[in-house]
């Protein structure tokens, strides 16, 4: 942990002190294995879309806004630095796009978030549909690796969920656009903030310290969705030294409130998004229901206000995955303070 | 007379009987459902409970297990038998009235029509955010019925045979309407989907029973009860056709009307309270049949008591079978329902 | 007059089946209606039991008009036993002659023994004791048809209103039934197949395109020119030696 850290921060100051190319530059023909295809690139694709809010975000941070002609797959607004980049690029379609829409861009470069929209069952098409049409296919790897798509709602993961696919994510999309620089930076960076957010946990951290990530609920009182013990919370919660009460493989598996309740977590942690599909969806009303609710009311972490609030986008695999990671340790470390 | 005078209070007593038992029987599935939960508590806990709350005993208790108990899993379990009750009751009803063994509650698009409605309301927004997702469930299923049963009017169904068939082609229609128009509302949705559950509440799920639902499942399923037994007679007279039954003195429009009127709103009511749980409605009139015979004044009560019985028991079951998670009621009600349902016809069949 | 008509008439989507049927049943007689088949009858006897609203016409039961009373009032006075009343249900005999009460019983009324009696009456006069248990899809087509007819007379009606009652029954049930019927103290009006059979009849109606064209007594309605017209066979009469009864005796048009 400690030598990572110190790599991590190490590596955050040489990104820091030498911001200047240092990186070679990408070699073409380049060949890439991903999510169990095999990329080849000759060069670095002049053109992109976007089918993910996640690979949006990566591009834009990468730089390369204006090689990106469409976007599609929205969860909540663009993050406030990227607005005025995006607010240049088209819109395809706030959920799927149609496969022609995303053809018709005439992209070079096709990046994916989820392989439900497209992937071996893609809703949107196949990768195969766009590789024959000459169309590469790039998938983030937090969405693949370790990871089955078939089983469950939103996959299964057979292992715990790591930050450092999304890393390989940041960096082979850099390295797929010859901005390897800009790459190792932003992972750099990622870095230092997930080892800082580590060691301020630490610092504040209690024995026997739990969590249970609510996301939303098909309706109020049913039973909600919470994060279950491989996804992006989980890995959360593991890097913080705290225990997840749910048991389950799922990304998002559905808990009852009663083994909620009677694993009286430390800490709730309720998602905010801009979705409206289910009146939970409301970061207000969940936090009502916390309140109200006969049985929810008498749970520790409510009694004692240890609620936290964080981006529904957040607790995806995600780059926002390292927010989340700050806003949990600094709950941590409100609690250790309050106490 | 004087014969009948003595004969009258035993057939008063007998009836009485039959209906203690099943009262008694349902209390103790009611009970079970209780005391049966995801997670552990034992049972004095459970009685204490119950104890504190029915008798002011004043037993300290963990607010949580108090809670869990009294506003989880008591409404809950009263939730279940109501649906059960009333989906089975539907059925039966149906099956008799429209003299279609494979009718069921949903055959008059009532569940399209809920899916529709509550897909309205969460994904398209409609009524924004006044009007909840079971009312717009509600709404839905008595907007698809009223349009089912306008279609089959129009298309000449009424007292005769043929008419029967036109509400089932009606049903069937509209059910295809209402379920392209969800698709469509999903399809179209404002936000992006991460397909975490589209469909899940409308798979049936009980674990949003709370109180409130209990006063409003409570007196639905009493209604479609009462109207059965009311009705049990003239529900006997339809099993050679809605002109015999006339000829028996039914009023058989009046009687359609009124019965599939009932079944509509129970049916409605209960999905927009725990979403469409499928095979009940189907199932149980025949498991109830092949108990009790086919005359509906046993064959209504026996029917809800088994409903009530069989929706709890496929609660129960769904919040245990996989420890620390729920699975939809309608996969235990379709799992266990369908193996039943074969036994049923294959040994009704040996007897004929 | 028990039962009348007035230039009754139903028709489906513009199409006569039954039309302008004066008719005026008399207490206590016993009215075969023949004709070929389509000629309206089935349709005329759904009409006098009630069962369809005329769309021309009324029918007055004893002397009120039938529309306007309570259809369980109605059931009381009259059994309507149609063709081809069929069930899926797993109904045993009982079950089916104990239909016949319904008109009786309020909708939470108990069974009585006066029931019970009565249901023992019709199973016995339609010669059906002993298949009280038999499930209603083992029986034969005559079975099923005196167990209708059982249900019919559970009813205790004043009238019968019987339509081809002695289809798929034996001559000797055949025979017994019709026997039974004319010896009940009700008005019957009996749509029949059988010409030899509308002879014994006290008065005979005969029904041609919707139309009831003749009405009498046997003798004088049943002659060899107008079953020749209405029924389009040859036809002849002969005399049954053994007791002076008369038959009809049928050939091919040609």
Redesign the interface.
């Known amino acids: 942990m400690t030598t990572t850290t110190r790599l991590a921060l190490a590596a955050a100051a040489f990104a820091l002190l030498a911001p200047a190319a240092q990186a070679e530059p990408t070699k073409y023909p380049l060949t890439l294995q991903n999510c169990g295809e095999t990329l080849i690139f000759d060069k670095a694709p002049a053109s992109a879309v976007t089918v993910g809010q996640a690979a949006t975000e990566i591009l834009y941070s990468l730089g390369l806004g204006e090689k990106v002609k469409g976007t599609s797959v929205w969860f909540t607004s663009v993050k406030p630095e990227f607005k005025a980049i995006n607010e240049r690029v088209e819109r395809l379609a706030d959920n799927d796009p149609s496969f022609e829409s995303v053809v018709n861009k005439r992209p070079e470069l096709v990046a994916i978030q989820f392989l439900w929209h497209i992937g071996p069952e893609g809703i949107v098409g196949t990768r195969a549909q766009f590789h024959e049409m000459g169309i590469p296919t790039y998938a983030l790897p937090a969405d693949c690796v370790e990871k089955d798509n078939t089983v469950g709602r939103d996959g299964t993961r057979s292992a715990l969920f790591s930050t450092a696919t999304i890393h390989q994510g940041v960096r082979e999309l850099a390295e797929i656009f010859d901005v390897k620089d800009k790459g190792d930076a932003l992972v750099a960076d990622l870095q230092k903030r997930e080892a800082a957010a580590i060691e301020r946990a630490k610092a504040a951290k209690r024995e026997d310290t739990s969590a249970v990530f609510w996301f939303s609920s098909a309706e109020m009182n049913i039973d909600p969705y919470v994060a279950g013990r491989k996804g992006g919370p989980a890995y959360m919660m593991d890097k913080l030294g705290i225990k997840n009460v749910v048991e389950s493989d799922e990304e998002w598996p559905v808990v009852g409130w009663e083994t909620i309740a009677k694993a009286n977590p430390t800490f709730i942690v309720v998602a905010r998004m801009e979705r409206r599909r289910y009146p939970a969806d409301d970061v207000e009303m969940k936090l009502q229901f916390l309140k109200n609710d006969p049985v929810a009311s008498q749970m520790d972490a409510v009694k004692n206000n240890r609620i936290v609030v964080m981006d529904g986008h957040a607790m995806d695999a995600t780059m926002r995955t390292i927010d989340g990671i700050e806003v949990l340790a600094e709950a941590l470390e409100k609690a250790g303070s309050a106490k | 007379m004087t014969v009948v005078a003595v004969h009258r209070p035993n057939v008063y007593a007998s009836r009485l009987g039959r209906g203690a038992l099943g009262f008694v029987v349902l209390l103790a599935a009611v009970v079970a459902g209780t005391c049966i939960g995801e997670t552990p508590i034992p049972l004095t806990t459970v009685a204490q409970v119950l104890a504190n709350k029915l008798l002011g005993a004043g037993y300290p208790l963990d607010p949580i297990d108090t809670g869990i108990i009294w506003n989880y899993r008591l409404p809950r379990a009263i939730v279940a038998a109501c649906c059960g009750t009333g989906l089975a009751i539907s059925g039966v009803v149906l099956q008799s009235l429209l003299r279609n063994a494979l009718a069921d509650p949903y055959l008059l698009g009532i569940s399209a029509g809920a899916s529709t409605g509550a897909v309205t309301v969460t994904i398209a927004g409609l009524g924004a955010g006044a009007v909840s997702m079971s009312l717009g469930a509600f709404i839905g299923a008595l907007l698809a019925f009223l349009l089912v049963a306008g279609l089959a009017k129009a298309a000449g169904g009424g007292v005769s045979l043929q008419g029967t068939g036109q509400i089932v082609l009606a049903g069937i229609a509209g059910s295809q309407l209402f379920n392209a128009l969800t698709s469509f509302i999903i399809t179209k949705s404002a936000n992006a989907e991460q397909a975490r559950g589209i469909m899940f509440w409308l798979l049936g799920n009980l674990s949003g029973a709370r109180w409130p639902d209990v006063w409003l499942a409570v007196p639905i399923a009493l209604l479609g009860l009462l109207a059965t037994i009311w009705y049990a007679r003239a529900l006997d007279a339809f099993a050679f056709g809605a002109d015999q039954a006339a000829a028996l003195g039914i009023p058989v429009r009046t009687t359609q009307v009124v019965l599939i009127g009932v079944t509509a709103l129970v049916t409605a009511v209960m999905v927009s309270i725990v979403g469409s749980i499928g095979f009940v409605g189907l199932v149980i009139p025949h498991a109830a049949r092949f108990l009790v015979g086919v005359r509906h004044g046993r064959l209504g009560p026996a029917t809800a008591i088994i409903g009530a019985v069989f929706l709890i028991a496929a609660d129960v079951l769904s919040r245990t079978i996989i420890p620390g998670q729920v699975l939809p009621i309608g996969v235990i009600t379709a799992l266990v329902g369908a193996p039943i349902f074969a036994l049923i016809l294959l040994r009704g069949r040996r007897t004929r | 007059m028990i039962l009348r008509t007035k230039d009754l008439g139903w028709s489906v989507r513009g199409k006569a089946i039954v039309s302008g049927v004066d008719l005026a049943i008399n207490e206590g007689e016993t009215l075969g209606l023949i004709g070929p088949n389509g000629s309206g009858k089935s349709t005329l006897l ?1 009409l006098l ?3 369809r609203q005329p769309t021309r016409g009324a029918v007055s039961l004893q002397g009120r008009d039938i529309a306007s009373m ?7 006075i ?5 063709q081809q ?7 045993t005999v009982r ?2 002659v104990e ?2 009460r ?2 009786w ?1 309020g ?2 009324q ?5 029931d019970d009696r009565i249901v023992a009456d019709a199973l016995r006069d339609t010669d059906m004791t002993g298949f009280e248990k038999r ?1 209603w ?2 029986l034969s087509g005559g079975e099923r048809q005196r167990a ?1 007819l059982a249900r019919s007379l559970a ?1 205790r009606p004043e009238i019968l209103l019987l339509d081809e009652p002695t289809n798929h029954l034996d001559i000797q049930h055949q025979l017994s039934i019709l026997q039974l019927v004319s010896s009940l103290p009700v008005t019957a009006v009996i749509a029949l197949h059988d010409l030899n059979q509308a002879l014994s009849c006290d008065r005979v109606g005969v029904m041609a395109g919707g139309r009831l064209v003749a009405l009498g007594k046997p003798e004088d309605v049943l002659s060899v020119e107008r079953v020749t017209a209405v029924f389009g066979v040859r036809a002849s009469i002969i005399t049954d030696p053994a007791d002076g009864t008369r038959l009809f005796r049928f050939h091919s048009p040609s």
Request: glycine share 8%.
């Open positions: 759904k039991g009630g069962i309570p259809r369980r009032k109605v059931a009381q009259i059994a309507f036993l149609e009343a069929e069930t899926t249900e797993a109904i079950d089916a239909l016949g319904t008109p019983l909708p939470l108990p069974w009585s023994p006066e499930q899809a083992t209708h009813q």
